[in-house]
């Protein structure tokens, strides 16, 4: 009854055409804050999909690294146990570390990644590759695959290099001429292949495989940098970790690929966030609107209100009636502005009509994923804000006491 006479009220003349200007413009204002709001949140879920997308082709599901030091030894006893666990898809063996990558006068600081011939289980670096071919050859004659931005530091192109490149690591054996070329190992390589999946890794990482890494850096049979697991997913990932660290025991930490990057998984959430709360101001001042609108309005019907007090209406009633009319306009406009953003995210999904600039991304165009809980969220939040914002004119509105004059 009450959602009725709001109804009536919002739709009815008005002696004073202001009240429906106003009224149209606190709806308009919500329903450009919605649209807005609910593209911003499928923008940030799009671009968030993408980065998560491309860090699971890099990163493992789960990483297992000594807790201190930058090796870990494992057995051949272990590697069986791990394998035997319920939930362990695949596993792969690493070596990693920091080398100098030298051709001719360029030369470049980079990560030397070497990786077993399970790690294509793991990740998808290959499916990245943008010139040659993932090929990491063998501990006798290794080749590397390296990053675009390493690519270009170092002046090569794996398409047409016909000369090798030379691999600097370090000798462990003599740490103590670490600055000099005695405290180094070189071999020299062939770049067969160049991958492009992010700045971060572009400009860092070069692969090849695991026997010539480790041979470079004189590791033991059984020891290694890291070891990555690929879990299944359908299963409780908290309890095979569990699992794997009864096995290992407290010297090795585990880690997540949310672990593994939690720094910018949190920062993306935090990103979102702050715009949500920018936006709610945003909306807090579109909501003015509604206040001035049901002042004026309240104004315009006190003899509707003295014919229901008169009837026996409460303060209360005349109250919730006034309420339902702020809701009213707030989910008029909420619902203009979904049915707006609905529809630009739609087309921006299907068509890709609005391009980045720059033409440095991996795409040319704002991803965008619709989410349920993005609308649940921007819904609650209009009506929190609506109600807030008719509080004021609609307990005015149940409290003055007003009369029929004759």
């Known amino acids: 009854m009450k959602l009725l006479f709001a109804w009536r009220y919002f739709k009815s003349e008005k002696s004073v055409n202001a009240i429906n200007i106003i009224s149209w413009i606190s709806v308009l204002a919500i329903a450009v804050v919605v649209a807005a709001l609910i593209i911003i949140f499928s923008v940030f879920n799009g671009f968030e999909e993408l980065v998560k997308g491309l860090y699971a082709d890099f990163y493992a599901d789960l990483e297992i690294k000594p807790t201190q030091g930058k090796i870990i030894t494992l057995t051949s006893q272990q590697l069986l146990q791990l394998k035997g666990i319920r939930g362990v898809n695949a596993i792969s063996l690493t070596a990693e570390e920091k080398a100098v990558l030298v051709n001719g006068d360029y030369q470049s600081i980079v990560t030397v ?87 971060e890794f572009d400009n860092k990482y070069v692969f090849s495989n695991l026997g010539f890494v480790k041979y470079m850096l004189d590791m033991k049979p059984d020891e290694y940098s890291t070891c990555e697991i690929k879990l299944d997913s359908t299963l409780n990932e908290k309890r095979i970790i569990e699992n794997i660290q009864e096995i290992l025991g407290i010297n090795y930490l585990l880690q997540t690929r949310y672990q593994q990057n939690q720094s910018l998984y949190t920062a993306m959430q935090v990103e979102k966030w702050v715009i949500y709360g920018v936006t709610c101001l945003i909306l807090m001042v579109a909501a003015f609107n509604i206040i001035g609108a049901l002042t004026m309005l309240v104004l315009e019907k006190q003899k509707d209100i003295s014919v229901l007090k008169a009837m026996g209406a409460t303060n209360g009633t005349i109250q919730q009636i006034f309420l339902a009319e702020g809701v009213l306009l707030s989910l008029i406009g909420g619902s203009i502005g979904v049915t707006l953003a609905t529809l630009i995210c739609v087309l921006q999904i299907k068509f890709h009509l609005i391009a980045l600039s720059g033409g440095t991304f991996l795409i040319d165009y704002y991803p965008v994923k619709i989410l349920l809980s993005d609308y649940v969220i921007v819904f609650i939040t209009v009506l929190v804000i609506a109600v807030l914002a008719a509080w004021i004119p609609s307990r005015q509105a149940g409290r003055e006491e007003l009369a029929l004059k004759s």
């Open 113 to 199: 990644k070497g990786v077993d011939s399970n790690q294509s289980s793991i990740n998808n670096i290959g499916k990245h590759i943008i010139r040659g071919k993932y090929m990491l050859g063998t501990t006798e004659k290794p080749s590397l695959v390296v990053g675009a931005g390493i690519e270009n530091a170092i002046g090569i192109d794996v398409d047409k290099s016909i000369y090798p490149i030379v691999l600097y690591l370090p000798n462990r054996s003599e740490l103590q001429h670490l600055g000099s070329i005695e405290g180094m190992n070189s071999f020299s390589v062939n770049p067969v292949g160049t991958f492009m999946v992010q700045e």
